[in-house]
């Protein structure tokens, strides 16, 4: 988000407390934001806290300055009221908000400026059905719904990080939009029997980050996710899975019902699996002397040979291996047929969040990132030159 700007807008429910969190988090991705704050919210978030964390003196009150006037790239209004969002849809402007965002819906017409809006209030409150109409006028505007998070009755202000992801979402320009990208991410275990399974140490993180890197640029993204322990965000079409069988299952379901473009397979594959499964509970005490194994097939040749027009991004792991090595691995793996490899080894990882990885095409080495969320946009970059 460098160089753009937002206004946040911050109306009258106990849910502004969050708001200086959400400005930070507005910062971390490089946005200049400018607050305005209604009366009712200075009951619950204060002006010199938020002047703090967005660095600019906070709107409360319209002046010959006319600040409802400035210029933005987008208007986030966070948390939105229903009050709000009634004023907002019957084009009224009684304060230093809705005057912004009456303003704000008209460069909305114009192409530009995006509007979002984040709701928040009692559960109740939501099957109000002059709410309900307020929301599809909003929406018929072009104005972009954030969906609250639904808690213990209530209609709850989605997190930082969603609201951002959704902004970042919204302002994008990437020539990703509208193209379908399934990421594959977690382990994909072997049952030995209906407690019991055969797994690695690999979670998803790096999947996920692709994922959310993916959908940030305005791609439909399609995530089939291994039991890591990972939660994915809500904003994610998911299908979720437990276990090998399940995975290559999904994985061709999804290829054969669905125009893909690009297929990123990050998940960590099980090579081998138990022979046989034993039906139950296997006894604790002295039962499994040994596990019979067998290989399991290669399901990034099976998808390369059965969509020989898909876009695919592989992974390849090793140890105890040079760079170098590394290297010629990936490059043996794209004259196999994949357009690109992305490649790292254990000594390159740590708990700690490091992670160094290559990304591999017929012409060599075209990047080099030192985590996994650099990884992850490294990755995007060069997809996005595919289709510029």
């Known amino acids: ?30 946005a200049d ?12 978030v204060t002006k010199d806290c938020l002047e703090w964390t967005s660095t600019n003196p906070v709107v409360t009150e319209l002046s010959a300055k006319a600040e409802h006037l400035y210029q933005f790239d987008a208007y986030v209004v966070a948390p939105a009221t229903l009050n709000t969002i009634g004023q907002m849809a019957d084009g009224k402007a009684s304060n230093a908000v809705t005057s912004t965002l009456a303003f704000a819906l008209g460069r909305l017409k114009q192409g530009t400026a995006s509007i979002l809006v984040a709701p928040a209030m009692h559960g109740i409150m939501e099957t109000n059905p002059a709410y309900k109409d307020n929301i599809q006028k909003l929406k018929s505007y072009g104005v972009r719904v954030i969906e609250p998070t639904y808690k213990y009755g209530k209609a709850n202000l989605p997190s930082s990080h969603n609201i951002v992801v959704e902004t970042i979402r919204e302002l994008s320009k990437s020539p990703l939009e509208e193209k379908t990208i399934l ?8 049952k030995i029997d209906n407690v019991r399974l055969l797994t690695n140490r690999f979670r998803g993180r790096l999947g996920m980050a692709i994922a959310e890197e993916a959908y940030m640029r305005r791609a439909n993204v399609k995530l089939i996710l291994g039991p890591g322990g990972l939660k994915p965000p809500s904003y994610i079409d998911t299908i979720l899975i437990r276990n090998f069988h399940e995975y290559y299952s999904k994985v061709m379901n999804v290829l054969e019902k669905n125009p893909i473009d690009i297929g990123v397979f990050s998940a960590s594959v099980a090579d081998y699996i138990p022979k046989e499964v034993f039906d139950g509970k296997i006894p604790s005490q002295d039962a499994i002397e040994s596990i019979k194994l067998k290989q399991t097939p290669k399901i990034i040749k099976e998808v390369r040979r059965k969509f020989p027009d898909l876009y695919m991004v592989t992974f390849k792991y090793e140890e105890k291996t040079s760079i170098e090595e590394l290297e010629k691995i990936a490059q043996n793996r794209v004259k196999q047929g994949y357009q690109l490899v992305v490649a790292n080894r254990g000594e390159d990882m740590s708990p700690e969040g490091k992670y160094r990885g290559m990304i591999v095409d017929k012409k060599g080495v075209v990047g080099m990132s030192s ?18």
């Open 1 to 30: 988000m460098n160089d753009n700007r937002i206004a946040l807008c911050i109306t009258g429910s106990i849910a502004a407390y969050k708001t200086p969190s959400l400005v930070r988090h507005f910062r971390q991705y490089g």
């Open 33 to 44: 934001v400018q607050v305005y704050l209604t009366r009712e919210a200075e009951k619950y």
């Open 183 to 190: 990421v594959t991410a977690g382990p994909t275990p072997g």
């Open 371 to 388: 985590s996994k969320k650099e990884c992850a946009t490294l990755l995007l970059d060069f997809l996005e030159k595919y289709y510029e």
